[in-house]
């Protein structure tokens, strides 16, 4: 039997697909889930490209990535301690985080994009070896390997995201 973890990953891949126009909207509080902070937050016009950077963190949005309302981006982090535990033994946890996408027309969540949203970590203890999970709004988290490797050069990690149905976490060998 599928861990409940996996299942809730199988459902949000399938939520662009499968939820009718009379079916309540998905909402996940990633507050809840082990992203407290708020590290960013901006208004995005359909038409708009846009990048949050903050620290170590890029994040780059085209233009039309989210449809054709404007939206409430809200890029969110947690501690990495609190997901240290559900990676594999010899890794740590170097970056964590998820992003809130809320369409200000209809109020609604918006977990599936239509262009990529790239994430982008540069820091020194980022290497070949790095690996990027995804991680469910469940408690406590199961965490998985990305089925699509990282683009990693130099010290920097970069991933697409096409939608934000898990959030995510970063490790390095220990």
Excluded: C
């Amino acid at each position: 039997m599928p861990s409940r973890g996996a299942l809730w990953l199988a459902v949000a891949t399938l939520v662009g697909v499968t939820t009718s126009a009379a079916a309540a909207p998905l909402t996940i509080n990633w507050r809840s889930f082990g992203f407290p902070r708020m590290i960013a937050q901006l208004v995005i016009e359909p038409d708009q490209a846009a990048e949050v950077s903050v620290g170590d963190t890029r994040v780059t949005i085209p233009a039309g990535a989210f449809g054709s309302h404007p939206v409430r981006f809200t890029l969110l982090m947690g501690n990495n301690t609190s997901f240290q535990p559900y990676v594999p033994k010899g890794q740590r946890v170097i970056a964590n985080f998820a992003f809130e996408v809320v369409d200000l027309i209809t109020g609604t969540q918006i977990l599936k994009f239509q262009k990529p949203v790239v994430y982008a970590l540069t820091r020194a203890d980022v290497s070949p070896s790095s690996q990027y999970w995804n991680t469910t709004p469940t408690s406590p988290p199961h965490v998985v390997k990305n089925p699509i490797p990282a683009t990693i050069t130099d010290h920097t990690l970069s991933h697409g995201n096409i939608g934000a149905p898990v959030g995510w976490v970063v490790t390095s060998p220990e």
